[in-house]
């Protein structure tokens, strides 16, 4: 679920958001035998998931989806998870925050993440942006 999203480049004013979040896992391949998805880094692996649309939602979202890709991680010492709240419009979606961390800090349960802009801040329409996930393994 989330809580406060943040509306396209931190404006206050404008459309209610249609919140989802795309989750990406960014990894070093340790098996050169395995086929990598990237041309230009062929040692790194990306892979993504999207969540469903919330329509008219920004406030509070809650995706709630029961079944979840799974994400094979070769290297957890050096993996990445990136999870963009994403707005979906006609034609482009727009980033509207951030948070990233590394796999290795990633622990079970329930865990509250804190939403930056593209910049690394998490002050102004940030102040308040937050994923609230389930991490299992």
Partial sequence: SGSNMPKPNGDTTGETIDPYVKI???DVLADKN????NDDCPWISKESHSTKTINDNGFCPVWNEKSFTEF???APDVAMVVFSVMDSDAGFD?????ASVP???LRKGFRSLTLS???GSDWGPFDFASLLLEVDF
């Fill in 117 to 119: 802009d593209y910049f």
């Fill in 94 to 98: 727009d980033r509207l925050a951030a």
């Fill in 72 to 74: 094979k991680i070769h």
């Fill in 34 to 37: 395995v086929e990598a998805d």
């Fill in 103 to 105: 796999v290795s800090c």
């Fill in 24 to 26: 990406t896992v960014y």
